[in-house]
DNA sequence: TAGGCCATCTGGTCCT
DNA sequence: AGGACCAGATGGCCTA
């Protein structure tokens, strides 16, 4: 991952002599039409000498700007990703989760918990027992969010159930027999939930 | 080798 | 004007 950071952070500074088309038409396409080479050809030709106009710098510089700034733009969305892969109950192959399958799997287990949750409740006002919110069975048998503490505080936005869920739930790694519960629940397979649930 | 996944670059669009 | 966001294109890596 860092080889290929760094290896692209030093193609972004080889752009040396070459404006926005050149740098398109060297680096990134392997099979250019015939005519856009010609054009690309004329245009380096043209462009030789004077040709890097102080317009010109000041455009790429600005490129360049706005590529580091999307890099790191998609790197902070990897770490979230990243971050709720942790929350997120481990494959017991530890395969790492593809993105969309982090995504679909989160959907999932949302759904799942609050499932158990709506359940809990049901049952809790069968047997005449105070309402709960967060059964303390549920406690008990939920899977742990995640090994690093609790990030679903960190989002501080509208599930108020979740930070409850959190402190109550010691932040330890959950062994894979412990997603039973989860496997219960009609949508969740591990690995099997994905594609064309929503 | 084909297909899936990913990182990056790029230009366009919207927002501040 | 500059930054954030987005989608398309491209090439590399890995696996079945």
New binding site residues.
């Given amino acids: 991952?860092d080889s290929?950071?760094?290896?692209?952070?030093t193609?972004?500074d080889l752009?040396p002599h070459?404006d926005?088309?050149d740098?398109?038409g060297s680096?990134?396409?392997?099979?250019?039409q015939p005519d856009q080479q010609q054009l690309q050809q004329k245009k380096r030709r043209r462009g030789r000498g004077r040709s890097d106009s102080t317009a010109q710098v000041?455009k790429k510089n600005?490129?360049?700007?706005?590529?580091?700034?999307?890099?790191?733009?998609?790197?902070?969305?990897?770490d979230a990703l990243d971050a709720l892969r942790g929350v997120l109950p481990a494959f017991p192959d530890e395969t790492?989760?593809?993105?969309?399958?982090?995504l679909r799997f989160a959907h999932n287990y949302i759904w799942a918990l609050s499932e158990t949750i709506r359940i809990a409740d049901l049952q809790a006002g069968k047997t005449g027992d105070p309402p709960l919110l967060l059964s303390p069975s549920l406690l008990v048998e939920a899977p742990s969010p995640g090994s690093d503490g609790c990030s679903w505080s960190s989002s501080g936005s509208s599930s108020s159930s979740s930070p409850a869920y959190c402190a109550s739930s010691p932040g330890s790694p959950s062994a894979p027999e412990d997603y039973s519960f989860l496997q219960q629940v009609p949508v969740f397979g591990f690995r099997s939930f994905a594609p064309g649930i929503y």
Wanted: net charge positive; hydrophobic share 30%.
């Fill in positions: 991952m290929v950071f760094s290896d692209t952070d193609s972004c752009f070459t926005d088309e740098s398109r680096v990134r396409g392997a099979s250019p000041v600005r490129r360049l700007k706005a590529n580091d700034r999307e890099r790191n733009r998609m790197h902070n969305l990897n790492k989760l593809t993105k969309i399958e982090t």
